[in-house]
């Protein structure tokens, strides 16, 4: 089987390298030259960690990036693919073109996925014409770390082509979570989405600072949610218990559809976060990267004990 991803970036460089890991042939499309080259770069960088680790053999480094092909022409990648995952930049309308492109240039057979944080595949693939062979692949950043995808089927996509996803995602190791129904954000956006909606509500009204809300997250529930869903970790609290503490606490929850001020404000003000040097932190290149080591070394640490 022939793997294509199309978008070289953030998160298609690290779908690649998951494929070609295990042992597919892969093209990878960028509209650059030097995005490809950057993104053969970063993959040889990741996979240098993982050896460092020993989650993969050092040798198996080069026959990796042999196996990931790449080129400036999407018919070229495309044209003999038989599954193509599109990871574009998270606008609607270039998705449907790249879409529509794709829809006329692959085999009959090919399913084409998208890598798309929210967007639903029917949005995507309003105007392609193999409705029955598209859905959306949803990784979680850093793809070749965090082993969850999840599959997201339109109300026209065929049980075969689940199948056939489901079975190629596990063959490569990954797991594959099927969503049923489509809906934006799909399940694991959702979830952070509510998150981070009582974050802000929460530093907003002065109940705690940022730094504090991190601090509870990353020292409470959020050691026990690494290893049980919130519904296991519930179940063993007791349904009843869990409906008498939430009688009360349910309606102080922030439940407003509109976008906390905050963020506004923030994003208003150019506190960005990491991108602009400022958020709620103050960010210099060493505690960038002093975080980014500290998130990979717990990601690497839980796949080694796999």
């Known amino acids: 089987m022939q793997i294509a991803v199309i978008g070289a970036g953030l998160m298609g460089h690290g779908i690649a390298q998951e494929f070609a890991s295990a042992g597919y042939h892969v093209l990878m499309h960028d509209v650059t030259d030097e995005q490809l080259q950057t993104a053969r770069t ?3 960088k990741n996979l240098s960690v993982l050896a460092e680790n020993a989650i993969i053999e050092r040798e198996s480094i080069y026959s990796t990036l042999h196996r990931i092909q790449t080129d400036t022409k999407l018919e070229v990648v495309a044209e003999s693919a038989d599954f193509v995952v599109e990871a574009v930049i998270e606008n609607l309308a270039l998705k449907q ?4 492109k794709l829809d006329a240039i692959c085999p009959p057979h090919t399913i084409l996925a998208s890598n798309t944080t929210a ?7 309003v105007n392609v014409k193999r409705k029955d062979k598209i859905l959306n692949t949803h990784y979680f950043n850093p793809p070749y770390l965090i082993p969850l995808v999840e599959l997201i089927r339109s109300p026209d996509t065929s049980d075969e082509t689940v199948e056939v996803t489901f079975e190629l995602l596990t063959a490569i190791g990954k797991t594959p ?4 129904k489509e809906a934006l954000g799909f399940v694991g956006p959702r979830l952070q989405a509510a998150l981070i909606r009582e974050a802000f509500a929460i530093v907003e009204q002065g109940i705690a600072s940022a730094e504090t809300v991190d601090l509870v997250v990353r020292n409470s529930f959020g050691r026990r949610l690494s290893v049980a869903g919130p519904f296991e970790v519930f179940e063993l609290a007791g349904w009843d218990l869990v409906l008498a503490a939430f009688e009360e606490l349910y309606k102080d929850l922030n439940s407003s559809p509109e976008i906390n001020p905050l ?15 400022e958020g709620f932190y103050s960010w210099t290149d060493e505690n960038i990267q002093q975080l980014r080591e500290r998130m990979n070394h717990a990601l ?3 796949a080694k004990d796999m």
């Open 42 to 44: 970063q993959i040889e």
């Open 97 to 100: 073109r790249v879409f529509e």
């Open 119 to 125: 967007l639903m595949p029917s949005q995507i693939g």
């Open 177 to 180: 979570a099927i969503i049923e």
């Open 263 to 277: 963020l506004r404000q923030m994003v208003e003000s150019g506190k960005l976060g990491v991108k602009s040097k």
């Open 300 to 302: 690497i640490q839980q």
